[in-house]
């Protein structure tokens, strides 16, 4: 909003900028002020503007998108009329085609589709450092939204998201081997049970009050409500470029706005008539000591690194809990999320 203005308007004009003389453009549905304002800007410029419909699941041969989330099939809609009308223009697919592919897909656009991949939106990963011999796992559920709106389908994938993660790991089939034999002797023999962890930071241009609402409640509408939230600045506070970079323990390192979204959360929680179902201190989430500000539903870290050595400590702790780790609020917490675990 500080580039692109305050309106949906002032914005859509801005995106608008990118509309050629004479050449087809495209568009998902919009609100009326934005749609209004591109079809303005798109008769000015004589552009031939389409507003493109969902992609139809059917079309993709029983396979799904790469990308997870309902409203990716409003991108993958998007994608296919620009690619198609792209490969019209490009002599590589004729009008025949063009028209085709609203009712069946090529084999090569249906295999874009169920294989594209963006890192750190919708992304699953399994932390590799966590000692194989033991049952459980910590997984990094990584989605980088920073708006109401994202927050909310960020929220929907996640729940959905864990629900399969957890089948597909307690109905795996065990090998021979005695460990392997008494895991599933475990899974059955008593409940398994799975932590949901929030690591969150935005930017301070960001409201974190218009943010987590639209977390929390669209997770508890399905039935997830996170055990703790930590709250961490990212690595590119103390990892800058010259001389006076930061080290990662340096008490410089201004906490002030960790802190601020840490009291929105908790106000959230105290607030929430849900709250007896959230939980907050338990025996899975000890060794608190390696925090700065530990409070009943949250806390806050002073780096990233001491974040992940302290969930790491804690599935090695507790293992009988798997702990499952929503990384939200900010792209760059996410890729920095990557850099660690990924190493």
């Known amino acids: 909003m500080e580039i692109l203005g305050n309106t949906l308007g002032e914005i859509a004009g801005e995106k608008a900028g990118i509309f050629k003389h004479r050449i087809p453009a495209f568009t998902v549905p919009q609100p009326d002020e934005a749609m209004h304002v591109l079809k303005e800007k798109a008769s ?65 656009f249906i295999k874009g589709l169920a294989t594209a991949n ?13 000692n194989k011999k033991i049952s459980n796992e910590l997984d990094f559920f990584l989605d980088g939204a920073h708006s109401p709106e994202s927050m909310q389908a960020c929220a929907r994938w996640f ?41 969150f930071n935005c930017m301070s241009v960001r409201d974190p009050q218009l943010l987590l609402p639209h977390l929390v409640k669209t997770c ?4 997830v409500y996170f055990k703790k939230a930590l709250f961490v600045p990212g690595l590119s506070v103390y990892h800058k470029i010259g001389s006076h970079a930061l080290s990662p323990t340096d008490s410089n390192i201004d906490l002030s706005w960790q802190f601020t979204l840490q009291r929105v ?10 709250g007896k179902n959230i939980g907050g201190a338990s025996e899975e989430l000890t060794g608190m000591e390696m925090s700065v500000s530990n409070c009943e539903h949250s806390a806050v870290f002073s780096s990233l690194p001491l974040v992940i050595n302290w969930l ?18 900010s792209i760059h917490l996410v890729g920095d999320v990557l850099k660690l675990i990924k190493k």
């Open 118 to 130: 963006l890192q750190g939106r919708a992304q699953i990963v399994c932390d590799q450092h966590i």
């Open 265 to 274: 959360w908790e106000n959230i929680m105290q607030g929430n008539k849900a």
């Open 220 to 223: 508890a509408d399905h039935g």
């Open 44 to 108: 000015q410029l004589n552009v031939p503007l389409q507003v493109t419909a969902p992609l139809d699941a059917k079309l993709l041969n029983g396979l799904r998108l790469g990308l997870e989330g309902e409203h990716q099939y409003i991108n993958a809609g998007l994608a296919v009329a620009l690619s198609s009308t792209w490969l019209n223009i490009n002599g590589n697919l004729d009008e025949t085609h063009l028209k085709q592919t609203q009712r069946t897909l090529p084999e090569q």
């Open 312 to 329: 790491r400590d804690r599935v090695q702790q507790n293992q009988s809990t798997r702990f499952q780790v929503l990384v939200t609020g």
């Open 159 to 199: 729940s959905l998201a864990i629900k399969d993660n957890n089948q597909t790991f307690f109905n795996q089939k065990p090998d021979n081997s005695k460990f392997s034999n008494e895991v599933a002797k475990t899974h059955q023999g008593e409940a398994q049970k799975s932590a949901q962890i929030l690591l």
